[in-house]
């Protein structure tokens, strides 16, 4: 779905464990690190979706997370021209991104819940380490999600980590 500005609808997930460290998804085929992210659906709200894809993604369902909180407004990036394919038309990202806490063990985490496995495997990595290893096009978006989510972060777990 596009907004009238040529953005697709998305959502994004800061997916974090009990120590403050964050999922880092390898996508399959060596095609790099990611958060897990999806698009919105035509009637979808942003939080329906990040369920959605948190389950296609991850295999997690929402009693495997908590929502710590969500992104103020809408984060936008543009695709490198290059990687401008579907929908037509579509000149990049506009992202609500979630935080959520996982309260399941690791073991819940599998990618066969979809027709297609977005990641081949994970880790968790310190806060700040996705800014670094992101694609360019997606690290001034990274920095900003991480850096609006940190007091979240902070709170939850009662201290400041990094």
Not at 119 to 141: L, N
């Amino acid at each position: 779905m596009l907004d009238g500005d040529g953005f697709r609808l998305n959502v994004g997930m800061v997916l974090m464990n009990a120590r403050g460290q964050v999922f880092w998804g390898q996508r399959p085929r060596n095609a790099g690190s990611q958060f897990p992210q999806g698009g919105v659906d035509e009637g979808e709200s942003a939080e329906q979706a990040m369920y959605r894809e948190l389950r296609e993604e991850t295999g997690l369902n929402p009693d495997d997370v908590k929502v710590l909180g969500r992104t103020q407004d809408w984060v936008r990036y543009h695709l490198p021209r290059r990687f401008r394919r579907k929908p037509p038309g579509c000149v990049g990202q506009k992202q609500k991104w979630f935080l959520l806490e996982l309260i399941s063990d690791d073991s819940a985490i599998h990618f066969d819940t979809g027709t297609k496995a977005e990641f081949a495997g994970f880790e968790w990595v310190s806060w700040w380490y996705p800014v670094g290893q992101v694609v360019p096009f997606k690290r001034d978006v990274y920095r900003r999600v991480l850096s609006e989510m940190l007091p979240i972060r902070d709170a939850a777990l009662g201290h400041v980590v990094d």
